[in-house]
């Protein structure tokens, strides 16, 4: 189970964050803390989701 926690994680934070403009690979802030429930930004989850599956085509 926490193996593939850190993997989705990983592939969430492969992608740069729209909201809080964080960097690929770097965590989702806000007011210029990591977010503390929940891993990112729906956004970026949703951009996320959205390369992984044009990578797959």
Same mark, same amino acid.
Request: proline content about 9%; hydrophobic content about 40%.
């Given at each position: ?5 850190? $993997? ?9 964050c ?9 965590p989702?802030?806000s ?21 992984? $599956? $044009?990578?797959?085509?």
């Open positions: 189970m926490v193996e593939a926690d850190v $993997a989705a994680r990983r592939s969430v934070r492969s992608v740069p729209r909201h809080c403009h964080s960097p690929a690979f770097s989702c802030t007011n210029g803390k990591p977010l503390t429930k929940s891993p990112a930004h729906p956004v970026r989850v949703d951009d996320a989701f959205a390369a992984m $599956a $044009a990578s797959a085509t």
